[in-house]
């Protein structure tokens, strides 16, 4: 009877440690989607800010909305960031 209790204990606590090894990894893995999307973010807004049309084009567009001066990096990393935070909340939709 006490064997039974100790073995029903102990698949309980092994069960409880599993738990909360994923809810961890599930963490994790939504802030390295966030810090992956930052680094795709930074990326593709230094592409567009070396384009020869495209980034004035765009770096104007900020302009209107009131961005003094726009650095299309980081405004790029900050949207990536961003998308890649909530990535895994839409389900991979997007």
Known sequence: ??????KGVSVGVVAAITGVFAVLVGILAIFL????GALIGAITGWLVSIAPVLGPLV??????????NPDLVAIGAALGFVAGFFKSNLGGKC
């Open 1 to 6: 009877m006490l064997s039974a209790i100790i």
């Open 33 to 36: 989607f966030a810090i992956f």
């Open 59 to 68: 770096a104007d567009g900020f302009r209107s909305f009131g961005v003094t």
